[in-house]
């Protein structure tokens, strides 16, 4: 089975999460989830997410720390997910491989329809947000 490595920031401003939602001809159409990519061979993740994030938002953004890492089988397909706290610092936020792109609340997360292999990222978010207020 194929497993792909793939790199996704939690972008935090003002006590929001930025969130994007998946093209109606992506796989997992209309499903949301923290914007990243693939890594590509011999790249480090922190690159590949400041490659990604300016490929698909039009933004820069600088990784401040590592969140959580995941692995999770989708069936056809095995995805090793490592997230990073990110913030943005140039940049306007147009979306180019998604169709909509949204603030949220980090306490409404779970109220979004997310890709499976960010829901326990999402928890991980939520607890530490909760411990710092």
Known sequence: MKTIQVAAGIII???KILI????PKENFAGRWEF????????EMPEDCLVREIKEELNI???VDRFCAEITYDYGNLIVHLMTYYC???GGEIHISVHDAYKWADVKDLLKYDFLPADVPIIKKVMEEYAGKN
């Open 13 to 15: 401003h003002d006590d």
């Open 20 to 23: 994007t939602r998946r093209a």
């Open 35 to 42: 914007p990243g990519g693939k890594i590509e061979p011999n």
């Open 60 to 62: 820069d953004v600088l």
């Open 87 to 89: 913030r943005i610092i």
